[in-house]
């Protein structure tokens, strides 16, 4: 979480590292402040309290996180999508990696005007078996080639993240062209189903 009336900054008490077994948490942060008028709690008679109370933590970022999220969804089940004008025979229900993917992928950098480009790979993984590390049980990665030819990965992991179901590449300053983007597997649990995954 961070508090919003700072701009992007973080909050001191938000939990940002990594995990025991070095996955990238969390992937989505949302304002956790809020400001308001303070009750006395009198439910009868006048109510003459002149404060103000300021609460902030992950009870008040995970409400603005899930209200982005079921924007996010409704654009896609109200059928903006891909027009940006509604037309109903484009309805459709989105699943939970690509709701995740595009949270992760909208988010905006205040620091600057310019415009970079984002594509960000989610995906959905099978549970690991209790005690195993690393936890990450299907691993699939983002690589994208530039029209330049130089090759570029997820989370910026030369040759592929092996730990995180989320990867995310920034290109501050993209240049024309044309870009590949692929979704490799390196390795597949055998037993599971296949893995589906969100690309935005």
Avoid at 7 to 27: C, F, H, M, W, Y
Avoid at 50 to 76: D, P, W
Avoid at 87 to 105: D, I, Y
Wanted: glycine share 8%; hydrophobic share 40%; net charge positive.
């Amino acid at each position: 979480m961070y508090f919003s009336s700072y701009g992007a900054t973080l909050s001191s008490n938000a939990s940002v590292a990594l995990t025991q077994d070095v996955r990238i948490k969390p992937e989505v942060m949302a304002p956790g402040y809020l400001l308001s008028a303070y009750s006395d709690y009198r439910y009868t008679g006048t109510m003459d309290r002149c404060q103000t109370l300021a609460l902030g933590g992950t009870s008040m970022a995970s409400a603005s996180a899930t209200g982005a999220a079921t924007l996010v969804r409704q654009y896609f089940t109200d059928g903006y999508y891909p027009t940006g004008a509604r037309v109903r025979s484009n309805a459709f229900n989105p699943s939970a990696s690509l709701l995740k993917a595009m949270l992760v992928a909208s988010t905006t950098n205040m620091s600057t005007s310019q415009r970079a480009l984002i594509i960000t790979l989610a995906y959905m993984d099978w549970p690991a078996f209790p005690g195993v590390i690393p936890t990450l049980v299907n691993n699939l990665d983002l690589r994208v080639t530039t029209p330049s030819g130089a090759v570029l990965w997820g989370n910026d992991v030369r040759g592929g993240d092996r730990r995180n179901n989320v990867e995310k590449l920034v290109i501050p300053r993209p240049q024309s062209g044309v870009y590949f983007i692929q979704v490799d597997a390196p390795y597949l649990f055998i037993d599971a189903r296949p893995q589906p995954y969100s690309l935005v």
